[in-house]
């Protein structure tokens, strides 16, 4: 289970987006050698080649499904380091980052923002501390995100774990969340919905094509969902000892 990321420089610094691209359907365009793109990879996001040995699990699910609540568990049980793609730009948002009014506006509008801004933060927090067992919390959120990944640093998650809850149940969640995000309102949950199936649940059957999917019913009590969890981790253990 434990792999080696074939993270190579040359692909990291040739890869572009363009954001022209991020306003195709949300399905954003990666293009490589695209010359004066805005967004591009510089060689300080390059994968350190301390974390070429990490286990890498894509934590999948729709709006409120219970992704960060059992990532919060799989860290106190199993020692992951929890990286949540929404956290990250959300940061990114208020500090003086350049891309703070894009990121605001494509959260707000429950669209997705382009992969080379998200893919960025994910790499340079994968760079900090020595914890090579990574839970990447709603990366990726399309084909787009997942192949901007793949590219850049050359390597598949080892698991992708996936919270199936029925959308009632999400916008429930969602709705009595009360931590002021300012996408947990109707109108902005009926747009991230339509997002996740349009964008996400192609990802999740390439994964599960791949034989890398573990599906979990996402309806139950925290520990029930838990319960569900725990096997997947502790079969990686096992196999990484
Ligand atoms: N099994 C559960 N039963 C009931 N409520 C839950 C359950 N798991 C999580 N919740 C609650 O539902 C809300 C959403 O959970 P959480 O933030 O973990 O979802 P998420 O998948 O990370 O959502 P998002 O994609 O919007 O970040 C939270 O208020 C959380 O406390
Ligand atoms: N890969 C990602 C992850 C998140 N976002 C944006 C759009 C989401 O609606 C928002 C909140 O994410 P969450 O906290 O619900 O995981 O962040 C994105 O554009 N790309
Ligand atoms: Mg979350």
Redo the contacts with the bound molecule.
Sequence with gaps: MWKRATSSLKSLLSFHITQEGSKLNNAFHCHRFISGSPLHFQEKDVVSPKHMDSVITFVLGG??SG??TQCARIVETFGFKHL????L??KEMVSDSEYGAM?LE??RE??????AV?VRLILREMQYGDNRKFLI??????EE?RIAFEHITGTEPDFVLFFDCPEEEMVKRVLSRNQG?I?DNID?IKK?LK?FEALNLPVIDHYARRGRLHRINAVGTEDEIFEQVRPVFAACEQTAA
Excluded: Q, W
């Design positions: 709006p409120g992704k960060g949540s793609a929404g956290d730009l959300r990121i494509t959260i429950g669209r997705i923002v382009p992969s998200t919390d709603g990366f990726p959120r399309s995100n995000r996408d902005t991230r997002v």
